[in-house]
């Protein structure tokens, strides 16, 4: 089935440390999006790619980054983690086509557990 | 601020009973709606969504929901709810004004007792 994979479901990282999130699509889609949800909010939006180009949202800190080396792949950097990024990370897709809405469809997700 | 409030954080109910769940916007333009359903341990799945036409709209699972603009709402029910039912709910908006984004909701987690 074709699907959004995360890697790995459960980070542990101490403070400060940098890790990176991982997240892997079937899909073929060319948009691919960056969620942040703590306990009891709503997913909130970091950034995304449309093909290449990387779409920061403004209140997103400089302590995140992402990558994006080819279509199927999108890393989540986070350069120096402190106590309050532990969250679920959310990996979306979507096609992408102009003029279209185009459904986004979530992977499972990564706990981040900051020490 | 431009947001998305769902009204209950917690619902519980008995099987068989009939569910509602709240859910009102703030943009003011065009906007496209959704329901998404995470299942415990699994991720998030569209449960149903609205872009225009009829503001009632009929997902899976026998889940409706009913878009009225002017209360910038989009609720959600179901007449009959089942333990398999239990998770938790959101809504989301895409301010189309803003491309193709999703601002989602607190979430509301249900859980049906059998």
């Known amino acids: 089935d074709a699907m959004v994979i995360q890697n790995p479901r459960y980070q542990v990282t101490q403070f400060g440390k940098p890790v990176t999130l991982s997240c892997s699509q079937t899909?073929?889609?060319?948009?691919m999006y960056w969620y942040q949800q703590k306990s009891s909010q709503a997913p909130k939006l970091l950034f995304h790619y449309y093909d290449k180009d990387f779409n920061n949202e403004a209140d997103t800190p400089d302590n995140f980054q992402s990558r994006r080396p080819n279509t199927s792949f999108c890393f989540l950097d986070i350069r120096s983690p402190g106590l309050g990024d532990a969250a679920m990370y959310l990996c979306?897709?979507?096609?992408?086509?102009?003029?279209?809405?185009?459904?986004?469809?979530f992977g499972p997700g990564t706990r981040l557990t900051v020490l | 601020a431009q947001s998305v409030s769902q009204h209950n954080h917690h619902v519980i109910l008995s099987e068989a009973a009939s569910l509602e769940l709240g859910c009102n916007y703030s943009?003011?333009?065009?906007?496209?709606l959704f329901w998404y359903v995470q299942y415990p341990g699994q991720h998030l799945q569209l449960l149903l969504k609205y872009f225009s036409g009829d503001p009632l709209v009929k997902g899976i699972k026998g889940f409706e929901a009913e878009f009225i603009k002017s209360k910038f709402s989009f609720n959600l029910r179901k007449p009959s709810v089942q333990w398999s039912d239990t998770a938790e709910y959101f809504c989301?908006?895409?301010?189309?004004?803003?491309?193709?984004?999703?601002?989602f909701g607190a979430g509301t987690i249900l859980r049906v007792k059998s």
């Open positions: 979306a897709t979507s096609a992408g086509r102009e003029g279209f809405y185009n459904e986004q469809f």
């Open positions: 989301a908006v895409d301010p189309m004004e803003y491309g193709n984004k999703l601002v």
């Open positions: 899909l073929n889609h060319n948009v």
């Open positions: 943009y003011g333009g065009t906007v496209n």
